[in-house]
């Protein structure tokens, strides 16, 4: 009777334990490019930092949307659409990647190999999947079966429904504003815990 009572108390610790860190979640919406110099600085020097080192990635669900701006043209003659992008066709092929890594791994995954890989121009995927042990076979089937177009749609669509004038751009609970960018990039853990509190009435602790 004692080792049934032990054993109910155990599996209700449980249950509570992990009902505690079902967090509530604020939604980050990361528009950005793959060979932008100043997407590549807030991945690595805000971001990252904020949710990892800050612990805020418990409390967010982070969505990563790799376009930024891009010019699109559909040749009527063949059907064939041809993408642009701010910095070059090897930019348009890198975003397809990222997009593959989005659809095929887990948002830590992502966090972790997106900013692997905007370490520097020329970081490869199978460096960055090798040092971070992360599994990455899905992504790169998905880059090398569909077309950059098809793979970039769904990002471009996101992208093109926000007022973007810079890039990175950043939404924060589901809202972008494009007058609030500037402080957002310059000071990301200090907007999301303000946001994060007007939402849901709740200070976290590890907020800087």
């Known amino acids: ?5 032990s054993l109910s108390f155990l599996c209700a610790l449980i249950v509570l334990t992990n009902a505690e860190l079902d967090f509530d979640k604020l939604k980050v919406e990361v528009y950005y490019e793959t060979l932008c110099p100043d997407s ?5 020097n805000q971001l990252y930092g904020a949710m990892i ?7 967010s669900d ?18 064939v659409t041809n993408l642009y992008c701010q910095h070059g066709k090897r930019e348009c092929e ?4 990222h997009a593959c890594i989005v659809e095929h791994n887990t948002m830590r995954e992502q966090l972790d190999m ?12 199978d460096t960055c999947a ?19 177009v098809d793979i970039l749609k769904k990002y471009g669509d996101m992208t093109n429904s926000i ?8 939404g924060i609970g589901g809202v972008f504003d494009p007058w609030k960018q500037r402080s957002i990039l310059h000071n990301f853990a200090k907007v999301f815990c303000r946001k994060y509190k007007e939402k849901y009435n709740v200070d976290l602790r590890d907020c800087y």
């Open 94 to 97: 890198l975003n397809a990647l």
């Open 53 to 59: 080192d800050g612990s805020l990635l418990q409390f």
């Open 62 to 79: 982070l969505v990563f949307i790799p376009y930024g701006k891009v010019g699109s043209w559909t040749d009527p003659s063949t059907n």
């Open 114 to 125: 997106i900013t692997c890989l905007l370490n520097g121009y020329s970081t490869d995927i």
């Open 130 to 148: 090798k040092q971070l042990n992360i599994d990455v076979t899905a992504a790169k089937n998905c880059k090398a079966t569909r077309s950059t």
């Open 1 to 5: 009777m004692r080792s049934f009572v």
């Open 40 to 44: 590549m600085r807030f991945v690595r």
């Open 163 to 170: 007022d973007m004038t810079f890039v990175p751009s950043i």
